[in-house]
């Protein structure tokens, strides 16, 4: 039997970037033989096995056939006859199709390599229009790969363009359609993911939500400026808030809009609380300089700032974003976070009581003078 480094540990080798998952391909081999050596079994529709020493996956080589929709609907064929050539023929990109043997020889059947050197994003073979998955890969490969010139090739796109028309999408779980969107998020341009599903007709089936921000003349600058971002948490909270600004959505109907986003996306809940907080704050955060006491506690009161003041560096990070594509001048956000946190904190309920105050007069008291001290703040 041979075994061989396959797909993306091949491929970002050679681009220079570090490597974090490898994948291994076993050729003439038997899962008989594969447990016999120690392999540990994992696969249900097709033969991976875990090295018993590194953990890493070897899978036999196998050919697939399509049965049905969406990305579950093949079946496989793994035997000691299949070749590496026929293992590497079903894979998405012809730059995820390179195999390298132990000796550091490389198979590279499909022009992998080249396509490297052109930053090519190419389909191996016309089988890449069986499976809808690879529309988001390669969007996602594309925002990964963007800066450094990649681009996705015309007869890929067309290909991709064909999925989305023929309703393919539609057989994509919301769970792996998140999934994929959150590694898109978290690459180093995640304006292109939506770049490229919009260019194959993907953005209005998979996130209509985004496809009015997207044919925006804003567009271009929120996407650069997302890329600054730090997590992806915080790139979604811009995202949604801009493409309800675009839509001048009502004050009210941002939670709902975004509850119904979330839901539908099967995002987790940080990622809508911070969504929901950066949309539902952001015009007050802006106006900050002219309201009035009452409407700062209503922003502070808003973020929660009393009960989780350690979330002030990450929404201060979005609005300070959203706020240079507004073209809106400023001091950074987090001065005035900390400035409202202060004025929250100045007056302790436990003062109060020490002074006689209880129960609703208490309280009455405290918002009293938490919204005087808001207003004495200058911004
Ligand atoms: P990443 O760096 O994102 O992990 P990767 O290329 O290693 O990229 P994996 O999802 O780990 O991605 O897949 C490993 C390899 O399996 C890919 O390089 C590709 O050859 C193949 N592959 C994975 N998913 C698909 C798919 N849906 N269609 C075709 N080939 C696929």
Known sequence: MQTYLVGGAVRDRLLGYPIYDRDWVVVGASAEEMIDRGYKPVGADFPVFIHPDSGEEYALARTERKTGHGYGGFVYYASPDVTLEQDLLRRDLTINAMAEAPDGSLTDPYGG??????????????????????????ARFAARYAALGFRVADETLALMRKLSTAGELSYLSAERVWQEFERALGEPSPGVFIDVLQRCGALEILFSEFAALQRNPAWPALATGLAELPKTQERFAVLTCAALLIENIAADDIRPRIEALCLRLKAPRSYRDQALLVSSQQAGMLQLPQADGEARLAVANGLDLLRRPERMPSLARCFDNLAA???????????????????????????????????????????????????RLTF
């Not at 080249?114 to 191996?124: A, S, T």
């Open 113 to 138: 390599q080249q396509d490297l050197q052109k930053r090519i994003l190419r389909h191996v073979s016309p089988a890449f229009a069986e499976d809808p998955l690879r529309v988001l890969r390669v």
């Open 325 to 375: 594509w507004l073209n809106v001048d400023g001091p950074p956000a987090l001065e005035r976070l900390q400035a409202l946190h202060r004025a929250l904190t100045e007056t302790t309920p436990a003062q109060l009581m020490q002074q006689g105050f209880k129960g609703k007069a208490l309280g009455d008291e405290l918002k009293r003078r938490q919204q005087a001290a808001c207003a």
